[in-house]
C-alpha cells in the first residue's frame, strides 16, 4: 500500500530559497517559474524583494508541474517545526516534539496522546522534565501541531526516538546562530575539554546552553562502561528543556546498558544570581559560560562565599564564574572552562589569577586554534582547575600549551591528551614552542599574564646549529628554485577562448548525470564504534592526508568515499578552492566540512573543472553569508558555470591548473619555512652562533 505524502501544514509558508529547497534547484529557477508561469502561487507575506508563499499551493504547483522532489520524514518534520514563528515558538514546539518521541520509547500506541495525557506520561520519567514541558503545551493540540506531531512520531519509528531528536537539534542549532543567538559548544572544543576533564560520577554543567557537553559527558562514559550522573542549570527555560531532553535519552540507554544511573537532574535560573544546586560538589565541572557579561551581579554578591580567591573586579565577570566552578568541584576532582584569552593577562584580575597559582587551583592554560567557535574568530583559551587540598603545598608547576601551533599530523584532541597525560606523568619533556611547565615563580609577577605564548620560547630561541642552518639555507635555495619552475609556461593571446565559449550550469550538469555533488551524512546517534581517516577542509587546502577522525554507530555506513579525480572544494572559505584529489587522499571518507564533485571523465578534465571553478569572480557568484568566523562564506558550487571547450583543450588548461596548484602549495611552504630560517638565522647571529663576512670596502 503506497503511503500518502505527508503534507506541509495549513498555515505553513516558504520563501524563494526553501521551494528551491523543496524542488532540489537553484534560487534563479524559482524567479524563472515565477516570470514563465501565470498559475504560479502569488505570495502571501513577507516583502516585495523577499516575498512567502502558502507552503500547500506551492507542493499543488510542483507536483502539478511535476517538480516536486520527495523529501524524507526528517526534512518535513524540521520544515514543519521551522514553519512556526516566533523564534521562541520553535524553541517549544521542538521541546513538545521530544517530549513525545521520549514518551514513545515506552509506548508506541497508534494514537497521538492528548497534552494531558502526554504530561502524565512525562510524570513517570521525571516530575520537572513533566513541569517543563507542561509550561510550553496547548490546552488541545491544533491541526498545524497534530500534523507536526504525526510527522515526528513517524521520523521516530523510521530513525528511532533519539536518533530522531539529535537530528532535530542539530537543525535548531544551525538555524538558532540566525533566529535566537544560541552559540552551543563545537563538538571539536567539547572533546577536548572532556578528554582533559576525565569521567566522574556526577558532572556538572551550570550554563548548559542545550546540553551538547553534558550529552557528550555522558555518552563518553557509558562508551568506557560505565555512568555519570548529569547535573545542569540554565538560565533560559526552552534551553533548558532540550538539555534534560538529550540527557534522559542517553540515561535510557545507560539502564538499557544495565548501569544503575541516577537521572539527570536540571535547574532553571541564573547560575550567578540564583544557584540552583549549591551544595553540589561534583567530580567533573564543565562549562562554556558568556564572556563580557557587565551587568554580572557584582554588587549584589560582594560578600558571596564563592569568591575564596578574591572578589572579582565588575569588570573581571570570567573571574567570578572560575570561582563559582571551584566553589561546586569536589577534592580531587577536575574543572575545565573556556575562557577569553584577555582573562590570562587583563590588569584587574592579576591578584585573583596570582591567588589561583599560589594555591595550586589553575593546572593548565591551553591556547586553542582561531575559527573553532563560530562566530568567534578569535582563539579562545582552555583553563583546567582543580581543588586544592589545604593541607598540601601550592604553586606548583603550570603546563602552558600552545595549541596553535603543534602540528603534529593528530586531531587537536589527540595532541592535548598526549601533552596532558605526559605533563601528569613522572616522564614529562616540554617541548619549545608548543608546551612547557612552568614553574610558579615565573608568573608571580607584576602583571601574572598567563597567556601561553608568553611563556613558550621557540626552539630557534634555545639553540642554534651553524650546521644545521647553513643547510636549511641551501634546502630554501632548491625551494624557491622548485617554485619558480612550476609556474605553468602562458603567453599573451588575443582572444578569450574560455569567457566565449558557451557555458554550462552546473546544476543542469547535476541534472544530466555529467556531475553528481557528494557532501558528509551529518550523524547524531550515539556512537559506539571508531571510523575510518576523514578528510577535513585544511587537508584539501594543503594537498595532505586525511587527519580527521569518525566515530559512528556500529550499523552506520560510512560517508562518501574520495576516488581518483574527485574534485574536492572546502564548504566555508575565503574564496573558491578546488583541488583533485591527491593519491594519499584516495579512499578517506568524506568529512563534513568538505562537498565532492565527481565528473564523467570521458567528458570533462577534473582539472580543468577545478581550475574554472576557482576563479577569483566564482565566489560573487557562489558565495553566501555564513554564520561561521568573520569574512568566510559558504561556497554553493552549483549556481556556477563551466565552459564548454572540446577534452583536449580542457587537457591543456587543466594541466596549467594542476601547476597553479602546485605553485601556490610551495609559495607557502617557502613562506613558512623562509620565515623559521630568518628567525632561526637572527637567532644565531645575536647569540655568536653564526658570523657575517666582512663588509666590502668602496669600490673604486
Known amino acids: 500500500m503506497t503511503k500518502e505524502p505527508i503534507m506541509a501544514p495549513s498555515k505553513a509558508t516558504l520563501t524563494a530559497s526553501g521551494i528551491a529547497r523543496l524542488a532540489n534547484v537553484g534560487r534563479a529557477a524559482v524567479s524563472n517559474w515565477r516570470r514563465r508561469y501565470t498559475d504560479f502561487p502569488t505570495p502571501v507575506g513577507g516583502t516585495p524583494t523577499s516575498p512567502s508563499f502558502d507552503a500547500r499551493e506551492v507542493e499543488r504547483w510542483l507536483h502539478r508541474h511535476g517538480r516536486l522532489h520527495q523529501a524524507s520524514t526528517a526534512q518535513w518534520a524540521w520544515r514543519q517545526i521551522e514553519s512556526y514563528q516566533p523564534a521562541a515558538q520553535i524553541s517549544d514546539v521542538l521541546g513538545i516534539a521530544g517530549a513525545l518521541l521520549l514518551v514513545r520509547t515506552e509506548s508506541a500506541s497508534d494514537n497521538l496522546p492528548t497534552p494531558k495525557q502526554l504530561v502524565s506520561h512525562l510524570h513517570t520519567f521525571d516530575p520537572g522534565l513533566a513541569g517543563l514541558v507542561g509550561d510550553v503545551l496547548p490546552k488541545q493540540w491544533t491541526a498545524q501541531l497534530t500534523t507536526l506531531l504525526r510527522t515526528v512520531d513517524q521520523f521516530g519509528s523510521e530513525q528511532g526516538a533519539e536518533t530522531a531528536f539529535e537530528y532535530l537539534h542539530s537543525q535548531y542549532v544551525t538555524s538558532a546562530h540566525s533566529m535566537s543567538g544560541l552559540a552551543g559548544t563545537p563538538d571539536a572544543v567539547a572533546e577536548v575539554m572532556l578528554t582533559l576533564a576525565g569521567i566522574g560520577t556526577r558532572t556538572f554543567d551550570f550554563t548548559s546552553g542545550t546540553g551538547s557537553i553534558l550529552r557528550m559527558a555522558a555518552d563518553r562514559a557509558l562508551r568506557n562502561g560505565t555512568a555519570t550522573r548529569c547535573y545542569a542549570q540554565e538560565v533560559n527555560p526552552q534551553y533548558a528543556l532540550i538539555t534534560l531532553l538529550r540527557l534522559w535519552f542517553v540515561h535510557l540507554r545507560t539502564r538499557a546498558a544495565g548501569h544503575a544511573a541516577e537521572p539527570p537532574v536540571i535547574h532553571v535560573g541564573d547560575s550567578m544570581l540564583a ?306 584529489a591527491t593519491p594519499e587522499q584516495i579512499g578517506a571518507e568524506l568529512g563534513p566540512g568538505v562537498q565532492l564533485i565527481r565528473v564523467d571523465t570521458t567528458r570533462f578534465d577534473p582539472w580543468f573543472v577545478a581550475g574554472v571553478l576557482s576563479r577569483t569572480d566564482n565566489l560573487r557568484i557562489a558565495g553566501r553569508t555564513s554564520s561561521t568566523a568573520s569574512g568566510t562564506l559558504r561556497i554553493d558550487i552549483r549556481r556556477l558555470t563551466i565552459p564548454v571547450v572540446p577534452l583536449k583543450q580542457q587537457r591543456a588548461y587543466g594541466q596549467a591548473f594542476r601547476q597553479l596548484v602546485e605553485f601556490r602549495n610551495t609559495l607557502e611552504q617557502a613562506a613558512a619555512t623562509g620565515a623559521a630560517l630568518a628567525r632561526e638565522i637572527g637567532d644565531g647571529l645575536t647569540t655568536g652562533a653564526l658570523g657575517v663576512a666582512s663588509t666590502p670596502g668602496p669600490t673604486a
Open 275 to 580: 544557584d540552583g544546586l549549591p551544595d553540589l560538589r561534583a567530580d567533573v565541572v564543565v562549562a562554556n559560560f558568556p564572556f563580557g557579561v557587565h551587568d554580572w551581579g557584582h554588587d549584589r554578591l560582594a560578600y558571596d562565599p564563592r569568591w575564596a580567591y578574591g572578589l572579582p573586579p565588575r569588570t573581571e565577570p570570567e573571574l567570578a564564574w572560575v570561582q563559582h566552578t571551584l566553589a561546586h568541584l569536589s577534592p580531587g576532582g577536575t574543572a575545565v572552562v573556556l575562557m577569553p584569552p584577555a582573562a590570562a593577562s587583563r590588569p584587574a584580575g592579576r591578584r585573583i589569577r596570582a591567588e589561583l597559582i599560589r594555591r595550586g587551583a589553575l593546572r593548565a592554560v591551553i591556547a586553542l586554534p582561531s575559527g573553532l567557535m563560530p562566530p568567534i574568530a578569535i582563539g579562545l583559551n582552555i583553563w583546567v582547575l582543580t581543588q586544592p587540598d589545604p593541607h598540601q603545598p601550592g604553586a606548583g608547576d603550570l603546563l602552558m600549551v600552545d595549541a596553535t601551533t603543534a602540528s603534529e599530523g593528530q586531531s587537536l584532541t589527540q595532541i592535548v591528551d598526549t601533552v596532558w597525560n605526559a605533563y601528569r606523568s613522572d616522564s614529562y619533556a616540554e617541548r619549545p614552542g608548543v608546551h612547557r611547565a612552568v614553574p610558579a615563580i615565573e608568573l608571580l609577577d607584576d602583571q601574572v599574564d598567563l597567556t601561553p605564548q608568553r611563556h613558550l620560547p621557540q626552539a630557534g630561541e634555545l639553540t642554534a646549529n651553524p650546521a644545521e642552518i647553513i643547510c636549511r639555507i641551501g634546502d630554501f635555495d632548491r625551494l624557491l628554485d622548485h617554485m619558480r619552475r612550476s609556474l605553468p609556461a602562458v603567453h599573451e593571446t588575443p582572444t578569450t577562448p574560455l569567457l566565449e565559449a558557451p557555458q554550462a550550469d552546473v546544476t543542469d550538469l547535476i541534472r544530466s548525470g555529467s556531475i553528481t555533488v557528494q557532501r558528509a551524512v551529518s550523524r547524531s546517534r550515539p556512537t559506539s564504534a571508531a571510523g575510518g581517516a576523514v578528510l577535513t577542509a585544511a587537508d584539501v587546502l594543503s594537498g595532505g592526508p586525511a587527519s580527521g577522525q569518525a566515530t559512528r554507530a556500529s550499523d552506520d555506513a560510512p560517508g562518501p568515499q574520495v576516488n581518483a579525480n574527485d574534485i574536492l572544494v572546502p564548504v566555508i572559505g575565503r574564496r573558491i578552492s578546488a583541488r583533485v
